[in-house]
């Protein structure tokens, strides 16, 4: 694991509900590990982000546009979902997918997979930062939710575009950074 890029990923939806719903944004930081010295070190190598039109935005949850400020006038060159997974693809070919809350972001990435017929080029293996945070920090009490954003306001680390895909991403991979100098 030690020698594979991670991606860091985060997405936007228009909803929770997997089989109704649909992602509108996703954004990743590619970046490549180094594991020689007693500390980490992690070297960013491509920022990916990209608007996906929705097919089915009359059943979207309106409380889930809000929160990640979708708008048509934003979505207007957006791109198909298929193009959006083709171009993740290339992107994080055997790359590690790294997101906070992962079983949310994966379940939807790979039913885009599916049902785009795109293959997914990523590497199997999968990190969540949730569960990386809790087994370094459960014990502390100063840490008492594990949220992205409670997170990153403990660790000092600015995300003042929360809840848009490229943001998160950032500050999914800055707090990962965090974590693995404790």
Known sequence: MKNKHLLFLDIETTGFDLGKHEIVEIGAVLVKQNWSSAVPTFELVKEFEVKVQPMRIQDADPTALRVNGY?????????SLEQAMHQLAELGKDAIMVAHNIAFDAKFIEHAFE????????NFRKLDTISIAFAKLAKSPDVQRFSLNDLCEHFGVKNERAHTALADARATFELYQKLMTL
Do not use: K, M
């Not at 708008?71 to 791109?79: M, P, Q, T």
């Not at 049902?115 to 990523?122: P, Q």
């Open 115 to 122: 049902t785009t017929g795109v293959n997914n080029a990523l």
């Open 71 to 79: 708008n048509e006038g934003e979505w207007i060159f957006a791109i």
